[in-house]
């Protein structure tokens, strides 16, 4: 019998007893959307079974995890007793750490900017609200492709791309359809015995993501504004 849900051609454990068994935050997912993208998009496609491929996949089922599964006990591409996740150097948070900030966007936005500078504050959202956002931003889903394989297990170092096109407006922010993208290192630590992550570790520049949301200005303002405030900046900030 087919699966209830499609997505599994580049993720793992969405077969149909694995979706009946698991607590999903609003039912089972749906990748139709943003594997179209993926797949008319992707600058690389790995030939099935390489490291890459393996890697790739991993990922994409580590997020789907991450993002749609209510009880870390239901993950299963890591062990939610060891597993722990750090961005950009910051402390590794436990999957119940996680929780309490938010999760997904919240967790990977972190910042120590002062408050009235953050455009995207990670402390006034919740994990629906950081959904609700991104989700209004990228229509067509936010891809993501492994594109080089530094080493393999049982520690994995990867080079991604996460891509979009901001097709919805943004905290104010005019939409401008263009393509906004992401690129950053990955490193997965395995446990050697279960094959299982226990350790996620990520460095990007969130600038590269909130940066080109931030481009088209705030909605209602004229382009003679803008104008004068494009040319008011100083140079060297350009």
């Excluded at 599964?69 to 999957?95: A, E, H």
């Excluded at 900017?113 to 931003?137: A, G, H, K």
């Excluded at 909130?210 to 140079?235: F, N, Q, R, V, Y």
Aim: overall charge negative.
């Amino acid at each position: 019998m087919a699966s209830l849900v499609k997505g599994g051609k580049y993720r793992d454990y969405l077969s149909d007893e694995e979706l009946k068994n698991t607590k999903w935050r609003n039912g089972p997912p749906s990748y139709d959307v943003v594997d179209k993208l993926f797949e008319q998009e992707r600058t690389h496609v790995w030939a099935e079974g390489s490291v890459e491929d393996k890697v790739q996949r991993l990922l994409k089922t580590w997020e789907m995890e991450l993002v749609h599964k209510i009880d870390p006990n239901d993950m299963k591409s890591v062990d939610p007793t060891k597993f722990k996740k750090s961005v950009n150097g910051r402390k590794g948070l436990t999957p119940e750490e996680a929780i309490k900030l938010g999760g997904g966007y919240n967790t990977f936005l972190q910042t120590s900017l002062p408050e009235n500078l953050r455009v995207y504050n990670p402390d006034d959202e919740t994990f629906e609200s950081s959904q609700d956002v991104f989700r209004s931003i990228f229509i067509r889903g936010f891809a993501i492709e492994v594109l080089h394989v530094y080493s393999g297990p049982p520690e994995i170092v990867y080079k991604f791309r996460h891509w979009g096109y901001m097709e919805g407006p943004f905290k104010g922010y005019v939409a401008t359809g263009q393509l906004v993208e992401l690129f950053g290192i990955g490193i997965f630590e395995l446990e050697k015995e279960s094959n299982k992550i226990v350790k996620a570790e990520f460095f990007f520049d969130r600038g590269e993501l909130l940066g080109p949301l931030m481009k088209g200005g705030k909605i209602g303002e004229s382009t003679s504004e803008m104008a004068l405030l494009e040319a008011s900046k100083c140079p060297f900030m350009k």
